[in-house]
């Protein structure tokens, strides 16, 4: 199959039905770069204005409205040896009398952690000697927004996120991934970007390491299947992802998708497909920080019926 190579010369703030950027079909390949959260490329230059800038969109042919759009993250790899990110949690991740025990920066400034980043040796390095002992972490490269163009023409900021996908930040979203993104548009409009070197779950300091990335995603396309939310695959599990706040209304999004994809297409009566979320189901915080948080209801695959396939 063809393997295109993308280098985008403009960004945006929102996926929306915008003028695709390329044309693909289903079973492409595209090697692409993203920038990071506030526009800067891989020699450090912004090159954007800040706010999660997307590559793209991407026009898939024979995407409809009714379809599902398939990505595979082939590959995310940062692309430059500077990685940013918060040095304080979220105000709304702890208790409110907590809130004035943050190490808030003064006034008129902001802090930022300062990283170095080795892609070869798999590490991402705090470069703060504020912090004892330092930091050295492993790196575990995702994207942290990517999806479709919305329904009825939207155009959706990329500080949020919904049935479209969007700014999830879910740490799940690394190579090898294959994502299922319901179709609103014609040609879908895929868009990505907002790569993170390594993020912890929820993403409660509000930014992972922040860093551009080269990434290489495949497309196929999936004819009159229709999902509700966007839906994964690892080789060892299968997940849904709910976008909303609160919290709970997230969740009800991502357990509901799942039954629904259990009941109707892996062929189990709601009976069994209920009672085996019930005492197997695992949950994941894709986000507590985005004005729409991000919850992942995930199942192993041990559990499905043999026969059943995607």
Known sequence: MPIHTFTPTHYFNVLATAPPVLIIAPGDTVRTTTVDAHGFDANRRQVTPPGNPMTGPFFVEGAEPGDTLVVRLDAITPNRTYGWGSTMLAPSVVD??????????????????????????????????????GLVLPLAPMLGCFGVAPADGEAISTATSGPQGGNMDYRGFGAGVTVFFPVFAPGARFFLGDGHAVQGAGEIAGTGVEISCDVQFTVDLQKRRRVNWPRGETPTHIFTAGNARPLDQALQHATTEMARWLQEEYGLAPIHAQTLLGQTVDYEIGNVFDPAYTVICKLAKRWLPLDASD
């Open 96 to 133: 409110p009398e907590f809130v004035r025990d943050l190490p808030w920066p003064p006034a008129g400034e902001r802090r930022r952690s300062h990283w170095h980043v080795d892609a070869a040796a798999g590490t991402a390095t705090l470069l703060d000697p504020a912090v004892a002992g």
